[in-house]
């Protein structure tokens, strides 16, 4: 389980209900637009496709009409 996810505009400090986002998985998306156009991609690195996994929420901030997408990451399997 990740922890919750924040309850305040990281950019004004309005208390603001985040939702759970359903991650894409944009690595891929990008990955397999660029095989469309004739490019093999390498693979990324697993420290960044850890930097892109993780449970994602978004806000929509009333206050400075900021959208704000976090990530939430697991801690690490012991
Ligand atoms: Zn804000």
Request: net charge negative; with cysteine.
């Amino acid at each position: 389980m990740a922890g919750p996810p924040p309850q305040f505009c990281p950019w004004c400090g309005t208390p603001i209900a985040f939702e759970a986002h359903e991650h894409e998985a944009r690595h891929e998306l990008f990955a397999e637009q660029a095989r469309a156009e004739g490019n093999d991609p390498p693979p990324l690195p697993e420290r960044v496709k850890e930097m892109l996994t993780g449970d994602s929420y978004v806000a929509a901030c009333p206050g400075c009409r900021t959208i704000s997408h976090v990530v939430g990451h697991r801690p690490p399997e012991t």
